[in-house]
Structures are given as structure tokens and as C-alpha cells.
């Protein structure tokens, strides 16, 4: 009883340290597994659902060179996730948010496919999901329809940011682990 | 023949306290560095899919540890600490004899800093009605005694009846 009482009186400092220690290692394990933005290639999707871990590791399976990682980020309200699109190299997008990040967006220097999003004569998107038929790109890892929701559902298109550092020639960048993630991605059922 | 005193304190008993204080210390720092090794092992091993897994197993050993170490510290490392005080304390303090019947109650209590003491009952003594021992010397403590030395109200020897010269 005295033992008790003895480790109940310091029950404080085991309940500080525990959430102590939540944080710290939640941070600190972060910035160990992470990778810099030169050796990360970051998919961020609006789309319902993603498997994101699965999609990560099936696309690490063969990384492109000085490639450490894949990031995929999916749309949260959190505050905090609020930058991840202008953070990410491939963005998958419905087509509203299409129009709506059309600044961000860097034109794709081939010749559009019918359904693609051209804007100005431009690519921006390669259309990974058509609602009319149904048919996706990389499904076993999307979910592109919402069943039951007030947000309508869209057409959903492969998009790069015009800021990544990973597009190759498009823009200057030194390597191309964009590009080659994103044929892996559409070249996924 | 002379009167036999049995000294409960000594200079020994702050080397001894020291020594073990250190080693739990010792005890303390291994305990976090194992702690650590641990949470960067998991670190290492972590990959795409059980990143979240290994983070959770890191979040876990750091909280055992830290509990272990905190356990450590709180408990053993301040007790001993306080002890070598007490200990000093009774060493430098000012010596009183008091006369009576003594006995060891069962009663413990923690006094200031937490140092554990068990009460020691006074009977016939002209103004003291109960003195303290420190719980580390009751085995040492002869509760027949009639006569002991007091130092602040702690039990610091007793007359252990008589010796020849």
C-alpha cells in the first residue's frame, strides 16, 4: 500500500513524460524516416480515398536514381496539410480542383488524349479516372466516386506541379523521378 | 566496567549510501541510454509499411524507459540522498541522553524529503514521549535499551548495558 501510494504520488510525472515522449518521438521519428525534397517524390491526391501506404510502397518497389522515398499525401482539412499541394510534385486532382490550382500547374509537353484537361492549348492533366465510364487509372489504390456525399463526383486527371524539382527538362530540374513515377502510376490498373 | 554505547551512525554510513546512491545513478543513465539505443533501433528499422507500427513500438520503449528512470531517480537516488543528509545530520547534530523504556512500534512515517522512520514509543522519560529510528537501523536497534542518545529527535546510539575496561 505504502509502494502504491509512493508511485501514485508521482503519477504526474509519469503521465507528463508519457505525453512527452508522444510528441517528441512523434516529431523526432518523422524528421529521421523523412526525406529532403530532392530525394522525395510527393503524390498529393483530392480524390475520397487512397491507400496511401500500399501506393508507397508499391511505388518504392523500383525508385527512380536519388530517389530515397515516395510521399503520398491525401487532402485533410487539418491546418496543418493546408501547403501539401503546393509541396507535391504529382497531383492527382478532380477536375474542379483542376481549374481552381491551374496556376500551379505546369503544362505537359506531349499531345493531349481525348478526355485529357487542355486549357489555352495546353496539357495540364492526363485523365486517370472517367465518371461517365468508369474507368481508372491505379483503382486498386484510388477511390474515385464518393457513395454517399453532397460533393458531386468528377473526373479525376494526373497533374505536375510546375515547381517540382523532379520534372527533368521541363523546367530545369536535375532529375526526372517525377515523370517516371507518374507512368508507373499510370501504367497501374 | 563500563557503560557499552552502540553507535547507530557513522562516517562509514555516508561512504555506503554514496556508493550505492552512485550506483543507482549508474542504473539511471544505463536505463535511458538503453532506452535510446532501443527507440533508434526501431528507427532504423522502419520502412513505408510499418512506419507507423515502429513509431508506436518507439513511442512505447521511451515511455517504459523514461518511467524506469523517473522509478529511479524519484525513488531510490532522492531516498538515499535524503538519507546521507539525515545521516549527516545525526553525525554533527547536538547529543541528548534520554532514559526510559523504548519500544520499536511498527508505526513507519516519512518524514520531511521522504527519509523513512519507524516511531519509537517513550515510557517514563521526563519530556520526551517518543523519539524516531531511521527504518535503515532498526535492525541495529536494541528496543531494550534504557537509556539512548538523541540527536533532533532521532535515535542516534543507546546504552547497550556494560563492557569490561
Known amino acids: ?189 | 566496567m563500563k557503560k557499552k554505547t552502540v553507535e547507530l551512525y557513522s562516517q562509514d554510513d555516508i561512504a555506503a549510501i554514496e556508493k550505492k546512491r552512485r550506483i543507482w545513478i549508474a542504473a539511471a543513465a544505463a536505463a535511458a541510454l538503453i532506452t535510446l539505443a532501443v527507440c533508434v533501433y526501431f528507427c532504423i528499422r522502419a520502412n513505408t509499411l510499418n512506419a507507423e507500427r515502429m513509431l508506436l513500438y518507439c513511442i512505447i520503449s521511451s515511455v517504459i524507459g523514461g518511467w524506469i528512470v523517473i522509478s529511479i531517480l524519484r525513488f531510490p537516488v532522492y531516498d538515499l540522498k535524503y538519507a546521507k543528509r539525515h545521516t549527516m545530520a545525526i553525525l554533527t547534530g547536538e547529543r541528548e541522553e534520554v532514559r526510559g523504556d523504548f519500544t520499536v512500534t511498527d508505526e513507519r512515517v516519512r518524514i520531511i524529503n521522504g527519509v523513512s522512520m519507524y516511531k519509537v514509543a517513550v515510557d517514563g522519560a521526563e519530556r520526551v514521549r517518543s523519539l524516531q529510528l531511521f527504518a535503515d537501523k532498526k535492525e541495529l536497534f536494541d528496543g531494550s535499551a534504557h537509556s539512548v542518545i538523541s540527536v533532533h529527535g532521532f535515535i542516534a546510539a543507546y546504552e547497550a548495558g556494560y563492557e569490561n575496561d
Not at chain 1, 512527452?20 to 529521421?32: D, E, H, N
Not at chain 1, 495546353?122 to 484510388?142: M, N, P, Q, R
Open chain 1, 1 to 189: 500500500m505504502r509502494t502504491i501510494k509512493r508511485i501514485l504520488s508521482q503519477l504526474h510525472r509519469y503521465v507528463l513524460w508519457a505525453l512527452i515522449s508522444a510528441v517528441v518521438w512523434a516529431f523526432v521519428f518523422t524528421r529521421i524516416t523523412d526525406a529532403s525534397p530532392k530525394r522525395k517524390v510527393t503524390v498529393y491526391t483530392d480524390a475520397p480515398a487512397v491507400s496511401e501506404i500500399t501506393l508507397e510502397a508499391k511505388l518504392e518497389e523500383e525508385l527512380p536514381d536519388g530517389i530515397k522515398m515516395v510521399k503520398v499525401r491525401h487532402f485533410t482539412y487539418a491546418a496543418f496539410n493546408s501547403d501539401a499541394p503546393s509541396e507535391a510534385d504529382i497531383l492527382i486532382l478532380s477536375e474542379s480542383s483542376v481549374k481552381e490550382h491551374l496556376d500551379m500547374l505546369s503544362p505537359i509537353p506531349r499531345d493531349p488524349r481525348e478526355g485529357d484537361y487542355v486549357e489555352g492549348g495546353s496539357l495540364y492533366g492526363i485523365k486517370v479516372f472517367d465518371l461517365a465510364s468508369g474507368s481508372a487509372v491505379c483503382g486498386e489504390y484510388f477511390t474515385y466516386t464518393y457513395i454517399v456525399s453532397e460533393t458531386p463526383n468528377q473526373n479525376y486527371y494526373l497533374c505536375f506541379n510546375k515547381d517540382s524539382i523532379h520534372l527533368g527538362g521541363w523546367n530545369g530540374s536535375a532529375d526526372d523521378a517525377a515523370l517516371i513515377i507518374a507512368e508507373k502510376i499510370l501504367s497501374m490498373k
